[in-house]
């Protein structure tokens, strides 16, 4: 079985600075690798995937994460941020063998303020 | 829109009352999930569905029943809840059981038990 940990329940940050989101993992077996940002009073939406291949992997709106096997990390990293990029990111695991379902993180809350 | 509508958007409801919760995609996905978002918590996986076929129950209890009549639509019949069932429940929905390309999300039903 896998788990996630997100360290970070909160991090705040101001307009414009760089900001790292933290995702660790637990799994005996090969992973696939994902974050999801979940704007305000909506669902969550899928920002980047880790399948196989490069382990810098970019997403949706400037966001991009590294997938760090011998550190079980997936940390997602935006170089500068938004007052748009406030909400709730969650990493999620899958395995490779029955990547059938997804275990997710309790989420990371990102406050960009001015 | 994401491809995925969930209805109603809000609800509350007591103890004693029947509702149902609904979602439909018109994405061509076969596989359907149910899951439980509570404040603090990872997301829960209650249910899934395969080419309308639950693949899996994840020790939901009874007071919780799915129903999808076909690969479009899914349903949540509640009764008898408890005010600890109150939460976000999310809807989503992939192609297929391979995870690869993640899950496309509804902007859930926040279901409040009094």
């Known amino acids: 079985a896998q788990s996630v940990t997100q360290l970070d329940s909160q991090v705040p940050v101001f307009e414009e600075a760089p900001v790292e989101l933290r995702c660790n993992y637990s799994?005996?077996?090969?992973?696939?690798l994902f974050w999801y940002v979940q704007y305000p009073n909506q669902g969550l939406q899928l920002l980047l995937k880790?399948?196989?291949?490069?382990?810098l992997v970019k997403g949706i709106n400037g966001f991009e994460a590294e997938f760090n096997k011998s550190q079980t990390s997936f940390h997602l990293r935006k170089p500068s941020v938004h007052i748009s990029d406030t909400a709730e990111y969650f990493c999620?695991?899958?395995?490779?063998?029955?990547?059938?379902?997804?275990?997710f993180g309790t989420g990371t809350r990102l406050q960009v303020t001015l | 829109e994401t491809g995925v509508t969930q209805t109603p958007r809000h609800l509350v409801m007591g103890m004693t009352n029947k509702k149902s919760l609904k979602c439909e995609q018109h994405?061509?996905?076969?596989?359907m999930y149910w899951y439980k978002q509570s404040a603090k918590k990872p997301l829960e996986l209650m249910f899934v569905y395969n080419f309308k076929e639950q693949t899996e129950n994840n020790s939901v209890p009874s007071r919780f029943s799915p129903e999808c009549p076909n690969s479009s639509h899914l349903f949540l019949h509640l009764h008898t809840l408890q005010p600890e069932d109150s939460a976000l429940y999310l809807c989503?929905?992939?192609?297929?059981?391979?995870?690869?390309?993640?899950?496309?999300f509804g902007s859930g039903t926040r279901l409040t038990v009094v």
């Open positions: 989503a929905s992939s192609q297929d059981l391979n995870i690869q390309n993640g899950y496309t």
């Open positions: 880790y399948l196989s291949g490069s382990t």
């Open positions: 799994s005996s077996v090969s992973v696939y």
């Open positions: 994405l061509g996905h076969n596989a």
């Open positions: 999620a695991v899958s395995d490779t063998g029955t990547a059938s379902k997804l275990t």
